[in-house]
């Protein structure tokens, strides 16, 4: 007589039993949208290595973010490509900078729209580092001022959240106190706590013109072979008062959001980067994988790994895929 065995194939006949009893699901309320905004007029540029994901003037936003609002995606984060850069990166801060023009542009327009700024000097610097520098370093307490007033700027402007991703030591308690003197106490702070020194980040300096002019991050940008260390970043992060916590990248580091996901409660984003969206553009164009799927595997897999929210260029495609099922 063959021996009993547990049936655990029962739980799958069906495409409703296996909704049924689905313990993951992504849905739109889970999506962040990044927008680059540059200067100019009638600009909707395509990203070469990212197809789909355009830098906007001004002129060209609201279209572009109108579609998002339709599609329920309900935030979006904010990367500012300047007309001129200089070596303090004082396009981060400026009242005018296309950023701030951008803000207040979409929080009179679309209130509802949660609005994001992503606070760093690499867009606007003309060496290109998240830092001021001096004989070839980057300085760490000496920028932390031009972070604060970016941020400040940012809240003005009508940011809802700012978004630090310098990886400056001491970021997020030198931006809450400057947040809380300017009287922006309740904006709250979601902390690029984990961000790693990673070869993911190519196409995303195309699009936002951010790549270092010379040297690397990695005096600042976290180790990839590090989780022990991302742990400790994390910590002081929600010491000084970070609101949600974030690991970037993702795809490659879903054991770090376990890891964050099982030591903190709060909020935890992934951001799922440009290059993991191009390997997928790219294989998908030349035929090799099924896009939808793959994209939405990726996409569970991190909110598996324990993410709430998953900033992905793949987030219009996601939405339009969700709406359908």
Known sequence: MMREFIRHRRLRR?????RMVRETAVGVDDLIYPLFVTEGHNVRRE?????????LSLDRLNTEVEEVLMLGIPAVILFGIPEHKDDVGSGAYDEAGIVQRALRQLKKAYPELVLIADNCLCEYTSHG????VRDGEILNDETLELLVRTAVSQAEAGADIIAPSNMMDGFVGAIRDGLDRSGFKQTPIMAYSVKYASAFYGPFREAAHSAPAFGDRRTYQMDPANVREA???AASDVAEGADFLMVKPSLAYLDVLRALREAYPHPLVAYNVSGEYAMIKAAARNGWIDERAVVMETLTGMKRAGADLIITYHAKDAARWLQAE
Request: glycine content about 10%; some cysteine; aromatic content about 4%.
């Open 231 to 233: 742990l400790r970043e």
């Open 129 to 132: 580092h998240c830092g001021l």
């Open 47 to 55: 990203v070469p290595s990212m197809p789909g994901v355009f830098q």
């Open 14 to 18: 069906s495409p409703a039993l296996r």
